[in-house]
């Protein structure tokens, strides 16, 4: 069977996910599928539902050629082998959402920010420690995403930290 590639160099939006269901929603599961990435991140909730749509894959290789930031990381951990170009760097940081300047709050309306910011937190924790747990070398992902420290990670960092499967590619 020969291997699928995609490649993909932009924000996670719904406008990607989009994409990726079009282009693989008919493809079986077994299908050998290798995919070049680098991304800034995007929005979590889309990175949480490509995570799970591309991890019905069996043989997904994904490989960061470039910087994989943010909500990207719960995309690139949807692959069975991950692997990185040498100088790649993987940003971990806290998690946020964005409003509209001119939004006007109530303080149900801020009890309910913090409960959908401490579900999204939960998600993307859950997807990181279970992805990471053969990591020789574990992250405290739970302080990063609740702000409480920013942690850029070189290929060696994040190979220790299990992010990915397969030391660096040169380059």
């Known amino acids: 069977m020969e291997t699928l590639e995609f490649n993909f160099f932009e924000p996670i939006t719904q406008d990607l996910l989009n994409l990726f269901v079009r282009s693989l929603n008919n493809v079986p599961s077994n299908q050998p599928i ?3 990435m680098a991304s800034q991140g995007g929005d979590v909730v889309i990175a949480v539902q490509m995570y799970h749509f591309l991890k019905r894959f069996q043989n997904l290789t994904i490989e960061a050629v470039g910087n994989v930031d943010s909500a990207a990381i719960i995309v690139f951990l949807a ?3 991950r692997t990185a170009a040498e100088h790649t760097t993987f940003l971990l ?4 959402q964005d409003y509209p300047s001119a939004v006007s709050l109530r303080m149900s309306d801020l009890k ?3 409960k959908i910011l401490n579900r999204r937190i939960e998600q993307y924790c859950a997807i990181f420690n279970e992805r990471t747990a053969s990591a020789n070398s574990a992250i405290d992902i739970w ?3 609740c702000g409480y420290m920013e942690s850029p ?3 060696a960092e994040a190979f220790a930290a299990g992010i990915l499967t397969t030391r660096s590619n040169k380059s």
Do not use: P
Request: aromatic share 0%; proline share 0%.
């Open 34 to 36: 290798r995919l070049q």
């Open 79 to 81: 692959g069975n082998h």
């Open 93 to 96: 940081h806290s998690l946020t």
């Open 112 to 114: 309910n920010i913090e």
């Open 143 to 145: 302080s990063i995403a």
């Open 153 to 155: 990670l070189t290929t």
